[in-house]
């Protein structure tokens, strides 16, 4: 089997990246003018501007809007769980958003236990600000839906997704 074109690969696992080199040794003098050859100095390329330390964050959105593209089915088949797969991993990376659409699939296709999950998820995105998870917060407190039933909490969760 002929090597790819792309000498390394990236996975994402929560927290922490793993790069693994692909068999085909890295060829340092066909790299372009300018590029840093010390392989050295690359982890901290990923630390330094363009970067400047996002990695992370970049990372995560990628694995949001994959999840995006299947839930939506843009340029693969639709896939609900793979879409819950990239958003889970986004979510894990605190990824607001992907926290979010994560809480949703739990509440919808989750085990009885996952919404628990869901309702942390939705409590963390609306710490962050997301009006969305407010509103979600707000329903779950107000039908005990991964939290006991709690009034007070409903109403300042829809007040403060109003204001949002």
């Excluded at 995560?60 to 593209?69: E, F, M, R, S, V």
């Excluded at 998820?121 to 979600?136: F, I, P, T, Y």
């Amino acid at each position: 089997m002929d090597a790819p074109d792309t000498l390394l690969n990236i996975h994402r696992i929560p927290r922490q990246i793993e790069v693994e080199q692909h068999p085909r040794e890295l060829e340092i003098d066909s790299l372009p003018s300018g590029c840093c050859a010390d392989k050295d100095a690359w982890p901290v390329l990923l630390t330094e501007p363009p970067f400047g330390g996002q990695l992370g964050s970049m990372i995560a959105a990628a694995q949001y809007d994959l999840g995006t593209l299947y839930a939506l089915g843009q340029g693969v088949e639709t896939n609900a769980f793979e879409a819950a797969r990239w958003f889970g991993r986004a979510a894990a990376a605190g990824h607001t958003e992907a926290e979010v659409e994560y809480a949703i699939f739990l509440y919808k296709n989750g085990a009885p236990g996952d919404e628990t999950q869901g309702a942390k998820l939705l409590q963390l995105a609306a710490d962050k600000g997301s009006a969305v998870a407010m509103n979600r917060l707000a329903r779950a407190y107000a039908h005990g839906r991964g939290v006991e039933v709690n009034l007070l909490e409903a109403a300042k969760w829809h007040l403060l997704a109003k204001v949002a």
